[in-house]
C-alpha cells in the first residue's frame, strides 16, 4: 500500500487529503493518506489531518517509503512555491500520481509525476499534465491539450482542446478557456472569466471576455 504526505496547509492539502481517505474507504484504492507537511504547523492538525514536520523532513519521510502530493501554488509568487518544491529534494519517483476513482482519464492521456485529478474531473484524449498539476473537482480539460508543469486548475473550470497551458498556471473556479489558446507562464485566469484569445506570462486576465486585469505580481487592486 502507497503512504501519501500531502505538502501544504488549509485548502488544496485538505481536499485532497480528504479525497484520498474517501477512494480508500469507499472504492477500495491501495493507499492511504498519512498527513500532511507544512512548516508552520508541525506537530498540530489541520482540519483533523496530523502535521507529521516541516518541508525540510520529506526526505526523511522518501527513505521510509513514503510518497508525496505538493500543493503550495497561488495566484502570484508561483516561482517561489516551485523553488519550495525544487527544495524538497526527493525524486520524482517518490512523487504520487492520485486519480480519484469517480474522475475519466482518456486512455491515451499522459499524467506526469504528483498529478492529481479530482472527482467529476474529465481529462479528454491526446491531453497531457505535468508534473505536480492539480486538476480539481468537475474542472474539463479538452483533448490535445497540454498543460505543463506546477498548474492549478480550479473545480468546474473548462479548458477547450488544442490549449497550451504553460508551467505554473492557475486557472480560478468556473472559468472557460476557448479551444487553441495559449496561456502564458505563471499567467492567471480569474474566477469566471472567458478566455478567447491568448494570454502572456505573468498576466493576470479577468471577465468576460477576458482582459488584462494586472502582472500577478502587482499589489492588488479592484
Not at 30 to 59: C, Q, R, T, Y
Not at 136 to 144: E, L, Q, T, V
Not at 195 to 212: K, M, Q, T
Request: overall charge neutral; hydrophobic content about 40%.
Amino acid at each position: 500500500m502507497d503512504k501519501v504526505i500531502v505538502v501544504g496547509g488549509p485548502g488544496p492539502a485538505v481536499s485532497i487529503g480528504n479525497a484520498i481517505v474517501q477512494a480508500r474507504r469507499t472504492h477500495g484504492n491501495n493507499v492511504a493518506f498519512a498527513g500532511i507537511l507544512n512548516d508552520d504547523m508541525a506537530g498540530k492538525e489541520i482540519n483533523g489531518f496530523s502535521v507529521l514536520g516541516g518541508l525540510s523532513d520529506a526526505p526523511a519521510f522518501e527513505r521510509e517509503g513514503y510518497k508525496f502530493i505538493f500543493t503550495i501554488y497561488k495566484i502570484g509568487g508561483q516561482p517561489q512555491r516551485i523553488r519550495l518544491f525544487d527544495n524538497l529534494g526527493v525524486a520524482e519517483n517518490s512523487l504520487y500520481t492520485f486519480v480519484h476513482p469517480m474522475a475519466y482519464v482518456a486512455p491515451d492521456a499522459e499524467l506526469a509525476p504528483g498529478v492529481v485529478v479530482m472527482p467529476h474531473a474529465n481529462i479528454s484524449h491526446g491531453t497531457k499534465i505535468g508534473l505536480g498539476s492539480l486538476i480539481m473537482s468537475n474542472a474539463y480539460i479538452g483533448h490535445d491539450t497540454q498543460v505543463g508543469k506546477h498548474c492549478f486548475i480550479a473545480a468546474t473550470s473548462c479548458t477547450g482542446s488544442y490549449v497550451s497551458v504553460e508551467d505554473g498556471v492557475w486557472i480560478g473556479f468556473n472559468a472557460t478557456i476557448r479551444g487553441r489558446q495559449k496561456i502564458g507562464r505563471y499567467a492567471a485566469v480569474g474566477i469566471g472569466s472567458v478566455v478567447v484569445s491568448d494570454i502572456p506570462e505573468e498576466e493576470l486576465w479577468i471577465g468576460n471576455p477576458a482582459r488584462y486585469h494586472k502582472k500577478v505580481t502587482d499589489p492588488i487592486r479592484y
